[in-house]
Each structure stands twice: as structure tokens, then as C-alpha cells.
């Protein structure tokens, strides 16, 4: 093929890659292995736009030169296909979710294979397939038989509780469990039923059914993730959401706090990217300090107590209140008669907050006093007790004691109730905030600990505590147990069917292996029941065998998603989740590439199930990403029309950008793919925007052209800016818009997208493609042996693209692909030896190209993907030439390579024989040329 037709030539390849299944893998070879994935995508209805190929096509070069570097490479592709956006859209138009989710997926497929990505379809997985997610519920059940025994300091099987149980009761037993848990001997357990025995086992299990605090959307009939809500409403239909104690199915996550964050030591990320998954997990090192509480300022204690947990013991002597949650199983039973409406009131209001919105509003001051008073142990002190929503139920005993003297939160809300504050340094003023842990003031107004420093303060208190009974030193974490249900269809059933205990309350019982999947039921209509039941509660006799009714929830969206690379391994096996042979191969991931979103949820989710599943010996590997890179976001360059405010509408006037300040107007988004160079298609623009223009506009251009204003944003279709892949691959091919998107910028950095800049990448590629063929499509590649000065092109090349790739530089990998090109189109070379390795280092960039040029070159192994990286060799790289800027009349027209010993005469002679430089001459012959050495060439006309 003589001529460059991107669209001919990728179809070509792409059927030849599928036809030879090129790159489908073995588990099992001679070679290194590697495993590249990507953050597998949720195949929404709009499918790919520009921004989205970013880190594929980043993983895609590196899975393509790992190929070249002699390694067995997995590279998959999977959709996490379960998702409450299908489930809203069968809501509104009664379709079935499994319809809308395999379009989109098979329009998501279309579009990546366009793209050329090397990925191993044959292992392609679906979340939602119940053949993938059969396995996702064989986990949960093994979460369920499991308990964590913190001697071990990993998950065992139930069994090894229960065995301990009856040799010791649980006295001894030093595990991961419900606070409400019994102590009992071995003899009390031995004398329980079986029934007793069973609900014990239940508040030792990894997962778990409990009470908890949720986000619950009344509008969607679901709990909402934390990321699912913004401002109080939830992120897809804008519905109001509460806070609510439901009954939920939870994993217990804490158990595995500190491994979790010890784990972070041994993988290579982002010290950012670390410091988010300290920070939510949160450890803290202080004390626990219990505080009788009585029912008003002249009573005594009474039997309830509350639990504190602070990190700084030593300032107790400046506790002056003390807040719960609203939602603190004491709130209702300390609350005074005369406080209860202030108290009904504030929490009302408290449900209309989701989490973020209360941890994060540091401004607001509001709270309301319960009427009670707590007892501080040190100094037999009582302090008001208040509600407030900054305090959160499920996060440490969700109490706090409030040191107004040493904290701005705590001060600001002293003063707004009008609260003492009580100095404890003798070197405090009133808000001095003693947040700082070095601080080594003494100690003033502070019974036993007068005259101490901090440190000592703390150990000398922990000890009284300890001493006394009425507290001890503990170990604090952030991190709390993650909620496992979600009131929706469109997810993972929950393989639990439930029978009535003695008294006639329900207890989950796990379905055994072999009936699973369990798989989800039809139901006329995807809403909760008219009694408030979850969607599945619409089933008809959707029960377990023994006649009891299933787990009406779903698995919420991460559960797929956090085993997900395991399965790639071995995607077809009907029998285990994986085999032991291929996950002993593989391993574990070796470069993970993903968005930032999924710096906590995902990724924490992933961690901890990757660790219960080493723990239970079915994988090898402690940590299940190597390596992980967050690219950053393409944003969206925006597109602006100006429509001359006016009281009539039905004839709009709009203004040119350049005009706009004459007119008083309003700034309008326009479709970005109807703008080319900031000009308009006013044609195209009447056509698809009739709300707001139509036949009857009129237009007040500049130079007979409308040129719009331009703003970078966020990709979305709310600002017409999104760009669709499929309009560039057809225009300008998949080759051009992978280079390019390289091209932007730095993989990990967020860079707008401007379809104008393509035009040069494209140019570059037909540059490329001219080394081999001219302008009238003869092949031009000849078989001489290369000049020095072409070698040291290649070599320097060669080395600069392998140091880019292992950096992952990309950007400035297609810089020196560029810079190449240009110094051998210079150069004139036409050499095979030089063009063919030029052909492989370009083959993870440019697939399509490469490969139609390889064949080209007559190469028999049929594809470029199965070469050898070429090597360069350090003769041809060391510093022995030098890139001569060529001036003609002042400015510089190209740069030119020399070697450092070429004589000025002879740089003189090939710089008038350049054909820049002859073209820049128009025939007339230089007043002179200057030669500096190793500084610069002069041309004078």
C-alpha cells in the first residue's frame, strides 16, 4: 500500500490481530511473565469519549514494549457491568438492565477495538455474568466462614474458633468481633444449643449483619456509597438523602487496619496516593477514658457511662463539654424531659446531611444540649453533654471530650454555647490551640499532672486509667467496617436465605457451594415493594429449598470489582475462581493504571480481599497491585456562541468573540464537533441547536466567519464538549489519536484536549510514512549500509524512547519520535537497517502503522508485536555531536546535527546543501556564513 490510509490500513490489523489471535496468552511459558491492567471500565450508555483511552492506550504501550522486551504479557479487558445508572434507566423505560448493559458493553468493545488495544479478549469478564459472579458470591461465603484471630494476625476458618471454644470457652480468644460479644468458659458453651452456638459464631465472622448508620435515598429506595452523595443529595437524579440506622449486611475491614497500612510500604505508588489510604484508615494512638454520666448538674452518676477515645489524655483537666452523635445509642436515654423537642428537632436535621457533608464543614457551629452532664474521673468535674452532626456514631465511640483550649472546633463551639475555656499550659492564652504534640510547656490547673511535660503527662494518666478501671491505652483507627448492602436489582444477589429462630427472629444461613450462582430472579418492575422491601422482594417464590425466603439486598458495585484481576488469569474455569497453576504464574498485578477516584474505596476494598484471600491460602501474593499509576484527566476545551441579551427570542442575535464587547450578552455552550479552528459551522449550529437559535438567527461575524470563545472544563455532555473517539479515528485514524493523546502532556497530569493540535501529529505520522514511500508512492528504502551520522540518529533514539517507556514520559517519547524523523528526513536515509528498528520502536505507539510497514519490509514473521526491542549500542549515543541552531538573517529555520570534529568548512558546505536551508535562500547566494564552533550557524543573505 503506497498510499497512507489510516482507516484501510487499521482494519486491516485489527482483523489480523483477531484472526490470529495474536495476542492471546499462555499461563504458561519460558519467558518472564508481566501483568498489565487497567481499571476496567462501567460501560455507560454514552460510551468512550476522548478522555476515557488515556491510561488505556499508556497501558497499551507498555504492555505492547514489555511484549518486545522478550516478556509473556497479560494484558485483559472486563467491564464491572453491575451499576446503578442501568438500574435507573429500566426504572424510567421498564427494559431489563442485562438489555441496556450488553449493548453499551458491545458499543464499548467496537470502540476499544478501534483504538488497536493488544488485549486478550478470549479472557474478557463481566461483573454481571453469573458465571463471574458465582465466584464473587463463593468469596462472601468463605468471608462468612471465616474469623480474624489477631494472635495469627490473619482470617482462619470458623472451625478454629469453635475448637478453641470448646477447649477454652472464649476468655482466651483474642479476635476481631462485636462489642456486645458474651464471655463465657468452655463448659458454658458446651451446655448452649446449637442455635445459641450458631448466633455467637455470628459476631465473630468477617461478614456480618448489624445495625447501621447509612445514606439512604428515599427517591432511588437505596443505600448511597459516600461517594454517591454530594450536598446532601445523591449524585445520579439528585434525590434528598438521610441518614438512617438500617439492618445491613458489613465487612469487617478494621480487622485488617494495620496490614493494610504496613502493606503500603511495600508497593510502588504515589507517596500521594499512599498518604490518602493512611490518612482513611486513620491510625491514632491514645486511650480509651469512660465518664459516669448523670441526668443533671446537682445529681449523681447513674449507670450509663460514655466512652471517650482521645489521642491527647493529658489535656483532660481542660475538658469542659463533651459531644455525641446524634444518632449515639445513649442520646435517647440521657436526654432530660425539658431537652427532648431541641434535642427531636436537631436530629431531624441531622439526617438531611450525608457524612462528608458533616466531617467536612468545619464553619458551622450547631449542636443542642441533652440536659445530662458527664463525670470527668480525674477531677470528679461535671460537663454538659450536646449533640452535634460533626460527630459521627461509626467513627471511634462516637463520643469526644471537648479541650476548647486545645482545639479550634472545640473552642469555636464554647464560645457559640457560651462554654468555659479552661487554659492547661502555663504557657496558654485563651486559644493558644495546642494542636502541636512537641509542645513541652508544663502543665498548669491539672491535678496529678502539674509541672510534667506532654509525654510524661500521657504515660503517668494511661496508667491511672488502667489502675483505676476506668480506661486503658489503645490503638485508634479511622477506618470502619464497610457496609455490604445495597437496596437496589441490578448487583450480585447475596447467596443467605434466612429461617426464624426460637423467638421467632430471622438468622442467615449461607447456600452451600453447589448451588451456586445464585442467580437474580425476574420481577415485573425494578422499585422497592409497596411495603418498602428491596426490588428482589418483587420476585414470586423466589425462596431457598428449605421454603425460606433469600437476602432481599444486593452485593454493592465494589464487590465485583475487588477479585476482578484474579479472574482474568482464568477466565473460563467452571470449577475454581482461578486455578492454582495460573495464579501461582501470575501472581499478582505488576502495573495497574486507573483514575484517582478510586484512591480509597476501590483500591482499600481490593487490598483487604486480596489479604483474606492469602490469609485462606487460595493466592500467594500479600499486596495485589506491584506497581499503580493514576492518569491524569483529559479535560474538555470548551466552545462558547454569545447571544445578545434581548426580551424576544424568537429572532436571537449572536456575536463574534471579538465583538462581544459591544454587546451586552449571555455565554452559551456549543457542540465543540461542529467548531473547527474556533470557527463556527453556523449551518450545523442551527440545525442541532433550535432551543436557542434556529432558521431566523442572525449572526455578527468578524472577516465573514464566526469565531467562538474557548474555556477548558471538565468533559461532559452538559457543556457540548465532549469529543467523541470513533470522529477522530474516522478522520484522522487510531494511530494519530494515540500519539497525540501521549503528545498532551505528562501520563499522571490533567491536560485539556484541543482537537485543533491534532492536525500536527497526523502530519508527523504522514512524515513518518514518507521515510518509505514518496509523493508519488514509490518505495524508496534501500539496502546500503548506514552512515555514522544516521546510526547516531537511531541509537540516540533508540535509548531516549526505552528510558521514556520505563519512566513512563510518553509525552516526551513522541517528542524524540518526532525530533528523529526530522533528522533523518535531513538526512535523506533511506536505509532498511535504520527504517526497520525505527518501524519496531514506533510498533507500541503507532500499532497500525508499524505493522503495515513491517510488511512492507518483507518481514516473515508476520507481525511487528513478536520483533525484538532494538538495543542501542553506546559508540553511537556517547556526546560526539553537537545540534547546530542554523540562523538565516537572525532566526533560527532548523538544527542541524555535526560531529564535534567536523571542520567549519565542511558544516558550512552541508548546511547550504540542507533543503530548509535552500528553501529559506529562494536561490540567492549568502553575504557570508559564520560558523561558531559548538555554539551556532550564521547565515546572512
Not at 485563651?430 to 513541652?440: H, L, P, S
Not at 453447589?514 to 422482594?537: M, Q, R, S, V
Not at 441579551?645 to 465543540?672: I, M, N, T
Not at 526505552?802 to 524524540?816: K, L, M, P
Request: include cysteine; proline fraction near 5%.
Amino acid at each position: 500500500m503506497s498510499e497512507y490510509s489510516p482507516r484501510e490500513i487499521e482494519k486491516k490489523w485489527q482483523n489480523f490481530w483477531e484472526q490470529n489471535e495474536t495476542f492471546q496468552v499462555e499461563n504458561k511459558s519460558d519467558l518472564p511473565k508481566y501483568y498489565v491492567l487497567d481499571m476496567f471500565p462501567y460501560p455507560s450508555g454514552a460510551g468512550l469519549h476522548v478522555g476515557h483511552p488515556l491510561g488505556y492506550i499508556a497501558s497499551d504501550i507498555y504492555s505492547r514494549y514489555k511484549r518486545l522486551k522478550g516478556f509473556n504479557v497479560l494484558h485483559p479487558m472486563g467491564f464491572d457491568s453491575f451499576g446503578l445508572p442501568a438500574e435507573q434507566y429500566a426504572i424510567q423505560t421498564g427494559q431489563h438492565p442485562a438489555i441496556t448493559t450488553e449493548q453499551n458493553i458491545t458499543r464499548y468493545i467496537e470502540q476499544l477495538k478501534n483504538l488497536g488495544f493488544s488485549y486478550d479478549w478470549s479472557r474478557e469478564v463481566r461483573t454481571s455474568d453469573p458465571s463471574y459472579y458465582k465466584w464473587t458470591q463463593w468469596i462472601f461465603t468463605e468471608l462468612f466462614e471465616s474469623w480474624y484471630n489477631n494472635e495469627t494476625d490473619k482470617a482462619e476458618r470458623i472451625e478454629t474458633l469453635v475448637a478453641k471454644f470448646e477447649k477454652n470457652g472464649n476468655h482466651s480468644v483474642i479476635a476481631a468481633c462485636d462489642e456486645d460479644t458474651p464471655s463465657f468458659t468452655a463448659q458454658e458453651w458446651k451446655s448452649y444449643s446449637e442455635e445459641e452456638k450458631y448466633k455467637i459464631t455470628l459476631k465473630y465472622r468477617i461478614t456480618y449483619v448489624a445495625d447501621a448508620t447509612v445514606n439512604w435515598c428515599p427517591g432511588l429506595g437505596s443505600v448511597l456509597s459516600n461517594d454517591e452523595v454530594k450536598d446532601g443529595v445523591s449524585e445520579r437524579g439528585g434525590f434528598p438523602v438521610i441518614q438512617k440506622l438500617m439492618r445491613q449486611w458489613m465487612m469487617r475491614i478494621t480487622a485488617y487496619s494495620q496490614r493494610l497500612l504496613d502493606g503500603l510500604d511495600n508497593v510502588d505508588w504515589t507517596e500521594s496516593l499512599k498518604e490518602q489510604q493512611r490518612n482513611w484508615i486513620g491510625r491514632s494512638v491514645g486511650a480509651l477514658v469512660k465518664f459516669p454520666v448523670a441526668t443533671s448538674a446537682t445529681g449523681d452518676a447513674g449507670a450509663e457511662t460514655i466512652t471517650v477515645f482521645t489521642t491527647r489524655v493529658d489535656t483532660i483537666y481542660g475538658v469542659s463539654f463533651m459531644v455525641i452523635a446524634p444518632e449515639h445509642e445513649l442520646v435517647d436515654v440521657i436526654t432530660t424531659p425539658e431537652q427532648r423537642a431541641e434535642i427531636d428537632a436537631y436530629i431531624d436535621l441531622t439526617k438531611k446531611r450525608s457524612e462528608r457533608d458533616r466531617t467536612s464543614d468545619v464553619k458551622t457551629v450547631s449542636g443542642a444540649f441533652t440536659g445530662a452532664y458527664a463525670i470527668n474521673p480525674f477531677n470528679d468535674e461535671k460537663i454538659p453533654v450536646y449533640i452535634a452532626d460533626y460527630v459521627l456514631a461509626g467513627y471511634g465511640t462516637g463520643a469526644v471530650m471537648a479541650v476548647p483550649s486545645g482545639d479550634q472546633r472545640d473552642w469555636n463551639f464554647a464560645k457559640h454555647f457560651d462554654l468555659p475555656i479552661i487554659p492547661i499550659l502555663d504557657s496558654q492564652k485563651e486559644i493558644d490551640v495546642q494542636a502541636d504534640n512537641t509542645k513541652e510547656g508544663k502543665y498548669i490547673n491539672s491535678g496529678m499532672i502539674n509541672g510534667l511535660t506532654f509525654h510524661e503527662a500521657n504515660k503517668v494518666l494511661i496508667q491511672w486509667l488502667e489502675e483505676k478501671g476506668v480506661g486503658k491505652g489503645k490503638i485508634n483507627y479511622r477506618l470502619r467496617d464497610a457496609v455490604f448492602s445495597r437496596q437496589r436489582y441490578w448487583g450480585e444477589p447475596v447467596p443467605v436465605y434466612y429461617k426464624n429462630d426460637s423467638t421467632g427472629q430471622p438468622l442467615p444461613y449461607l447456600l452451600p457451594e453447589n448451588e451456586l450462582p445464585l442467580n437474580l430472579p425476574a420481577i415485573d418492575k425494578y422499585l422497592p415493594t409497596e411495603n418498602g422491601e428491596p426490588p428482589l422482594g418483587r420476585a414470586e417464590g423466589w425462596k431457598h429449598g428449605s421454603g425460606n425466603g433469600y437476602e432481599l439486598s444486593t452485593m454493592p458495585g465494589w464487590a465485583g470489582s475487588s477479585w476482578y484481576w484474579y479472574r482474568y488469569m482464568d477466565a473460563k474455569n467452571e470449577t475454581e475462581f482461578a486455578s492454582k497453576e495460573s495464579i501461582d504464574y501470575w501472581r499478582n498485578v505488576d502495573l495497574y493504571i486507573g483514575g484517582t477516584e478510586h484512591a480509597t474505596g476501590h483500591l482499600l476494598y481490593s487490598r483487604f480481599w486480596n489479604k483474606f484471600l492469602k490469609d485462606r491460602g487460595f493466592v500467594p501474593e500479600e499486596e495485589p497491585f506491584k506497581k499503580l499509576i493514576n492518569q491524569g484527566m483529559i479535560q474538555g476545551r470548551s466552545s462558547f456562541v454569545y447571544r445578545v441579551k434581548s426580551e424576544d427570542y424568537s429572532k436571537p442575535v449572536f456575536v463574534s468573540e471579538g465583538l462581544k464587547s459591544q454587546y451586552e450578552v449571555s455565554a452559551l455552550h456549543v457542540d465543540v464537533n461542529i467548531v473547527e479552528n474556533d470557527i463556527l459551522d453556523i449551518e450545523k449550529f442551527k440545525a442541532s441547536r433550535r432551543d436557542i437559535a434556529g432558521e431566523n438567527a442572525e449572526f455578527i461575524l468578524e472577516d465573514g466567519k464566526y469565531h467562538c470563545g474557548v474555556e477548558v472544563e471538565k468533559m461532559s455532555k452538559s457543556k457540548f464538549n465532549v469529543v467523541n473517539p470513533d470522529d477522530i479515528v474516522t478522520k484522522y485514524g487510531a494511530d494519530t489519536l494515540r500519539l497525540y493523546e501521549m503528545f498532551l502532556g505528562p501520563l499522571e497530569q490533567a491536560k485539556p484536549w484541543n482537537t485543533n493540535g491534532i492536525d500536527g501529529t497526523y502530519r508527523f505520522i504522514r512524515k513518518f510514512w514518507r521515510l518509505f514511500y514518496n509523493d508519488q508512492g514509490q518505495w524508496l528504502v534501500k539496502d546500503e549500509a548506514a552512515r555514522p551520522e544516521e546510526l547516531r540518529v537511531l541509537h540516540k533514539t533508540i535509548k531516549k524512547i526505552e528510558e521514556d517507556i520505563e519512566n513512563f514520559s510518553f509525552n516526551t517519547g513522541v517528542s524524540a519520535f518526532m525530533m528523529c524523523v526530522n533528522e533523518l528526513g535531513s538526512l535523506k536515509c533511506n536505509k532498511r537497517s535504520i527504517l526497520q528498528e525505527l518501524v519496531v520502536l514506533i510498533s507500541p505507539y503507532a500499532p497500525h502503522l508499524s505493522e503495515e510497514l513491517w510488511d512492507a519490509l518483507g518481514n516473515e514473521k508476520g507481525t511487528v508485536s513478536k520483533a525484538p526491542f532494538p538495543k542501542w549500542e553506546q559508540q553511537y549515543v556517547v556526546d560526539a555531536i553537537f545540534e547546530y541552531p542554523v540562523q538565516i538573517n537572525g532566526k533560527v529555520r532548523v538544527t542541524l546535527p555535526f560531529a564535534l570534529d567536523t571542520a567549519p568548512a565542511d558544516i558550512e558546505k552541508e548546511v547550504l546543501a540542507n533543503e530548509v536551508v535552500m528553501k529559506w535562500l529562494e536561490g540567492n547566494t549568502p553575504k557570508k556564513v559564520i560558523v561558531v564552533p559548538k555554539r551556532i550557524v550564521n547565515v546572512v543573505i
